[in-house]
C-alpha cells in the first residue's frame, strides 16, 4: 500500500501539473476542454500508479526514478510484527513508520470525510426548504425547461429564507432545485427563467454526482494540494458551461447575466462552504463570466465531444508508458543481479564442458597410473622373489658347515655392513 501511495503521489504531482500548465498556457481556453485535461489527469494518476505497483514490470517506462530501497521493507505494512521481531521476544510487536503513515493517511481521510457528510446533513436542516406545489407559475417554468432539456422526470421546485444562492441538489428521483425565497420576487421574469435554466443545466450535466466525487478524492488525497486547485477550476468550468446552456435556452445572453450580478450580492459567507453545486459561489469569479457571457465572438454550445473523449482514452492509453516510473533500490540492485546472471549463464555451459573435459584427463591419468603401478608392483615382486632362493641357498650353505655362515655370526652388524660397502 505504501508503494502505491508513493507511485500516486509522484504520478499524480505529475500529470495534474501538467494539466495545471496546459490551463495556465492557454487562459482562454473553452471550459469543457479544461475540464476534460483536469478529469483526464485525474483518471491518469489512478490508472498508471495502480498499474506500475500491480504490474511494475510489464511495462517500461521511458524514465523512471529510483527510490531508497530502505524505504519499503519487503514485508511492506501488512503485518504489524517486523522482520526482527522475534529479537524482542514472542508476542512482541514492531510496529513501522508504513503502518503509522497507513493509519495516519486513513484517519485524516475518514474524519475529512465524515465532515464532508456531516456538512450534506447540516445543509439539508438549513435550508428549510418550502417545496413549490407544481401548478405554481414558478415550478411550471421548471417543468417547461426540464422537458426540453429532455429529463426523464421532473424536477421538484422549492424555496428557502436561509439561501442566498439557487443550487442543485439531489440525484435520480430525489432531483431538486431550491431558490432563494427573494429571487421569486427580485427578479424578473427572464433572469428568473435564465437563473431555473442554469440549475436545470447542472442536473442534465449531473453535476451534483459528479462534483460530489471530485470533492471525495480531494478529501481521500488531502495531501495533494493540486486537487484543490482541480477542484476549483472543474467547479468554475461547470459553472461557465451551466451559464451558456442557460443563456442559450432563454436565448438572451443579457439576461444571464444580469441574474449572475444580481444574485451575487444575496452570496452569504456560509453560502461558499455548501457542498452543493449553484449559481454563484462567490463573487470572485463574477467578472469572468459575465466576460465571457457579453462576448458575442464566443460560442455558447462547444462541440467535438467525441474528440475530446478520444484524447482522453488515447491519453489514458499512453500514459503508462509516457508516465514517470518508480522503482526502488533493491529493485534495481536485483535488476542488475538478473543481467549478471544472464551473462553468467552464457559461459557456464563452456566451463561446464572445460571441466567435465578435465574430469576425464584426470580420470585417464589415474587410470595409466594405475596401470603402471600395477606392472611395477608385480616387477618389484618378482624382483623381490628372485633373491629369496640365493639366501635359502646360502642358508643352507651355512648349515651343513659352509663357508659364511661361521664367519657371518662371528661378525657384527657394522662389520658386515663395511663389508658389503667395500
Known amino acids: 500500500m505504501i508503494t502505491w501511495l508513493a507511485a500516486f503521489v509522484l504520478q499524480s504531482t505529475f500529470w495534474m501539473g501538467l494539466a495545471w500548465l496546459s490551463t495556465r498556457l492557454f487562459p482562454r481556453m473553452q471550459p469543457r476542454n479544461r475540464e476534460a485535461i483536469w478529469y483526464t489527469a485525474v483518471a491518469a494518476s489512478l490508472v498508471v500508479s495502480t498499474v506500475q505497483t500491480l504490474v511494475p514490470d510489464s511495462l517500461g517506462s521511458l524514465w523512471r526514478l529510483t527510490l531508497p530501497g530502505a524505504l519499503f521493507a519487503p514485508s511492506d505494512v501488512d503485518s504489524f510484527v517486523g522482520a526482527n521481531g522475534a529479537a524482542f521476544g514472542s508476542g512482541a510487536a514492531v510496529i ?32 428549510a426548504r418550502d417545496k413549490i406545489v407544481g401548478d405554481a407559475p414558478e415550478a411550471l417554468i421548471l417543468r417547461d425547461i426540464g422537458i426540453r432539456a429532455g429529463l426523464p422526470r421532473t424536477l421538484r421546485l422549492s424555496e428557502s429564507d436561509n439561501l442566498g444562492s439557487p443550487i442543485a441538489i439531489g440525484l435520480g428521483a430525489r432531483s431538486e432545485v431550491c431558490v432563494p425565497t427573494r429571487a421569486i420576487h427580485e427578479l424578473d421574469a427572464g433572469e428568473f427563467r435564465a437563473m431555473l435554466a442554469h440549475e436545470v443545466a447542472h442536473h442534465v450535466r449531473r453535476d451534483p454526482l459528479r462534483l460530489g466525487v471530485a470533492n471525495l478524492i480531494r478529501l481521500l488525497f488531502f495531501f495533494q494540494p493540486l486537487f484543490r486547485i482541480a477542484s476549483r477550476d472543474v467547479h468554475l468550468a461547470a459553472e461557465e458551461q451551466c451559464d451558456a446552456w442557460a443563456a442559450s435556452q432563454v436565448n438572451d445572453r443579457l439576461a444571464m447575466a444580469s441574474c449572475l450580478t444580481e444574485v451575487a450580492r444575496w452570496v452569504r459567507p456560509g453560502d461558499r462552504e455548501l457542498p452543493a453545486v449553484g449559481l454563484m459561489r ?40 509516457f508516465a514517470p516510473g518508480l522503482v526502488t ?56 622373489e628372485g633373491p629369496a632362493p640365493e639366501r635359502e641357498h646360502v642358508g643352507e650353505r651355512g648349515a651343513d658347515g659352509g663357508e659364511h655362515d661361521a664367519g657371518d655370526g662371528d661378525h657384527s652388524p657394522a662389520e658386515y655392513n663395511g663389508v658389503r660397502r667395500r
Open 329 to 384: 533500490g533493491d529493485a534495481h540492485a536485483l535488476e542488475a543481479s538478473v543481467l549478471e546472471g544472464d551473462s553468467a549463464q552464457v559461459t557456464a555451459p563452456v566451463a561446464t564442458r572445460s571441466r567435465a573435459s578435465d574430469d576425464e584427463d584426470g580420470s585417464e591419468d589415474e587410470g595409466h597410473e594405475e596401470e603402471l603401478g600395477g606392472e611395477a608392483n608385480e616387477g618389484a615382486g618378482e624382483h623381490a
Open 96 to 127: 513501522g513508520w508504513e503502518t503509522i503513515l497507513l493509519y495516519t493517511w486513513l484517519a485524516v481521510a475518514g474524519l475529512l470525510v465524515l465532515r464532508y457528510v456531516g456538512q450534506l446533513v447540516v445543509l439539508r436542516r438549513r435550508l
Open 282 to 321: 462567490g463573487p470572485s469569479q463574477l467578472v469572468r463570466r459575465v466576460n465571457n457571457l457579453m462576448d458575442e465572438r464566443r460560442v455558447l454550445l462547444e462541440r467535438g465531444g467525441f474528440r475530446r473523449l478520444a484524447g482522453s482514452v488515447l491519453v489514458l492509453a499512453l500514459a503508462p508508458w
